[in-house]
């Protein structure tokens, strides 16, 4: 079973009845962006607003932002903006373009799949694009027999903000496995190549065929013209779309993508206790703000005079990091530009406005 529909105004939707943490979606709002403005590259996952990534397996490209352009009147203050830079006029048999929320199935447990009692399960969101037709959303478990299925969409008219419902039933066949792990996946097709296109879109749940995955859908990188923003995006058990939950702080928003990603950057900001292990290593403890979901790969900027050991003249740039601990602090410690003495202690903190340490453990 499956529905989508439109509205223009969500005046007459009845009222969520007080209801709160129903969002299975994180940051469905866009507020948090701790990335700031980032481009697409080919075969790679690529994050922007936090917990939405875009997957492009072809040469198109695009900007990927934050914007301000929101539906009127629905309390939401940012959207995430899809910008096309590379068209793909000729697409391949292969080429595929997502905007997508990828799950721990932890997370989803809830939804009962693999059991007779497997649960309805209702998107809804808003959406606005200068590329007018049909639009596929695939529902995706990747259990070790992979199953999806697939429901379309339709954006009426160019450049107009349009609010989108689809329903599903559960999947009483395959469970969702339950690990800290990408198990479960929505996925907004941007567009796709006749490797999935080419057989009968697939509406139920179903083993995974290629073919039907995304059948009908229309090319939105078919032009550098083209654009589109999505904003409140709520996944929520049941088969009636509810207002979108607005009850949920934007520290308490911040805090759910931070298990995933986490970084500190700019200009005079702590990052942590350091020391000198040796006369040319400091080491330095930083705590988490969040347990992260896994252990995160760390990077730095790397930049010239990054970092300064405060009670000391030294500044340096290379991080490393050597050991973490229980997901919820990790010792970090630099290789190059330090002379000093060992077990002279102070602060780490950042020189320039470019001075970035990121921890990832994105899914």
């Known amino acids: 079973m499956s529905r989508a529909r439109d509205f223009a105004d969500l005046a007459g939707a009845a009222d969520a009845g007080g209801i709160t943490g129903k969002n299975v979606a994180i940051n469905g709002a866009m507020q948090v962006n701790q990335r700031g403005d980032q481009s697409t590259s080919a075969g790679s996952n690529t994050y922007f607003v936090d917990r939405f990534n875009v ?30 830079t590379t068209a793909d006029t000729s697409v391949g048999a292969s ?46 478990n990747s259990a070790s027999t992979a199953r999806q299925q697939s429901q379309s969409y339709t954006i009426s008219a160019a450049d ?35 490797n999935y296109t080419s057989g009968t879109l697939n509406t139920s749940w179903n083993n995974v065929t290629d073919a039907n995955r ?18 409140g995006v709520q996944l929520e058990v049941g088969e009636q779309a509810t207002p979108f939950d607005h009850s949920e702080s934007y520290g308490e928003t911040l805090a759910k993508c931070q298990r995933y990603y ?37 990077t730095s900027s790397n930049n010239s005079g990054d970092f300064g050991f405060m009670n000391n003249s030294d500044n340096f740039d290379t991080w490393t990091a050597q050991q973490f601990f229980d997901g919820s602090r990790v010792n970090v410690y630099t290789i190059s530009g330090v002379s000093g003495t060992a077990g002279y202690s102070g602060y780490i903190r950042m020189l320039n406005s470019t001075s970035k340490i990121q921890f990832d453990a994105e899914l």
């Open 262 to 298: 986490w970084q500190v950057a700019g200009s005079g900001l702590l990052v942590g206790q350091g020391f000198y292990f040796s006369s040319s290593e400091v080491d330095c403890i930083v705590n988490f703000p969040q347990t992260m979901r896994a252990t995160p790969t760390f």
């Open 95 to 140: 080429d595929l373009g997502l905007f997508r929320q990828v799950f721990e199935g932890q997370n989803v447990q809830q939804l009962a799949y693999g059991t007779s009692s497997a649960k309805k399960l209702t998107l809804s969101f808003w959406v606005k694009s200068s590329k007018t037709g049909i639009h596929i959303i695939e529902f995706y």
């Open 160 to 194: 107009t903000w349009e609010y989108k419902t689809i329903t599903i039933d559960g999947d009483t066949a395959t469970a969702i496995d339950n690990t800290a792990n990408a198990e479960f996946y929505v996925q907004w097709v941007l567009y796709a190549g006749s």
């Open 55 to 84: 997957y492009i397996q072809a040469t198109a490209a695009a900007n990927l932002t934050q914007s301000t352009d929101v539906p009127s009147g629905q309390g939401f203050a940012y959207s995430a903006k899809i910008d096309v």
């Open 214 to 231: 995304y059948v009908g859908q229309v090319n939105f990188f078919d032009s550098t013209s083209n654009n589109m923003f999505i904003t």
